[in-house]
């Protein structure tokens, strides 16, 4: 029996840890589509930020190592055209209005509808409560006219699921409660606290240079008393703060469940480590090699 090659084991490898990342990217993705659509976004307007963010990231990157930006490269790393590319680079990724009103998703784009187009208004600009069905200015003419054919049934599902429209059933009529679909519980501070994982998490996983790392520690019963597993891993000061998230899970569980019924809790907790030098270091750019077509 003939052993693989050298090459074909890298070969291999390289496509394990390339079909690894697309199933890591798929988790991190599901859970991030979750959050798109409790915001009210479009998965259009999510690719419009995702090719922006690579052009910039990109550009980062040429800028380690040299003093100028390749829009080739950059086209040939992200698979982005390069008129597109320029654009980019040429707009700092900042987006019109009419650009974010194009990646609308179907439930905002009927409600901006709804708050601008002269035929659902009243005479004070404000948007009018609608009959469901029937002839004019109606929900089923403002569904067709902004819908983009998505059965009327299927966004007022979804606008009553996100407490967007109340729908008066006495009268057969649809009041509307916000300008555009984002669930209530999504708020400020909701944002705030997804800014600071993306800034704290991300840039520890993809810079081994920093001496970075994520450990996770997982542990049940936290109420019962210490996790070894935490307090051996992440040093005695996890154990003030296990004490705290005791407490509080204790109080919780006080409240909300009855004290004949004991449901196990279970606690994980993503620990963030990063070292950063006193002084920041020069940047070395490395001289960009010219390169000849030969004929």
């Not at 190592?65 to 320029?86: K, W």
């Not at 729908?167 to 509307?176: D, E, R």
């Not at 154990?239 to 109080?251: G, M, N, P, T």
């Amino acid at each position: 029996m003939r052993s693989s090659s050298p090459r074909g084991s890298k070969v291999s490898k390289a496509a394990a840890i390339q079909e690894a990342a697309r199933k890591s990217l798929t988790k991190l993705l599901r859970a991030l589509s979750a959050f798109v659509f409790e915001c009210g976004l479009s998965i259009s307007e999510v690719n419009s930020l995702l090719r922006t963010a690579a052009v910039q990231r990109a550009a980062m990157r040429q800028l380690e190592d040299s003093t100028r930006v390749n829009i080739s490269g950059i086209s040939a790393i992200t698979g982005i055209p390069r008129a597109e590319v320029s654009r980019i680079l040429k707009s700092n990724g900042s987006s019109t209005f009419g650009a974010i009103e194009r990646h609308q998703n179907v439930t905002s784009r009927i409600l901006s509808g709804w708050h601008s187009d002269p035929h659902f208004l009243t005479a004070v600009g404000c948007p009018r409560d609608l009959k469901i069905f029937g002839g004019g200015a109606t929900f089923e003419y403002l569904v067709r006219k902004y819908g983009q054919g998505i059965p009327i049934r299927a966004i007022i599902d979804e606008l009553e699921r996100v407490g967007a429209i109340r729908l008066v059933s006495s009268s057969q009529k649809i009041s509307p409660k916000m300008p555009i679909a984002i669930n209530p519980l999504i708020t400020d501070q909701k944002i705030k606290e997804f800014d600071a994982t993306v800034d704290s998490l991300f840039p520890n996983l993809l810079s081994p240079s920093d001496a970075a790392f994520v450990e996770k520690v997982v542990g049940t019963k936290v109420w019962s008393g210490p996790v070894r597993l935490l307090r051996s891993r992440s040093g005695p000061n996890a154990v003030v703060l296990l004490r705290e998230l005791q407490s509080k899970l204790a109080k919780k569980q006080a409240k909300h469940r009855p004290r004949e019924t004991q449901k196990v809790a279970r606690l994980s907790m993503t620990i963030v480590y990063k070292e950063a030098d006193a002084q920041l270091a020069k940047i070395s750019f490395k001289s960009r090699r010219n390169l000849s077509r030969n004929t």
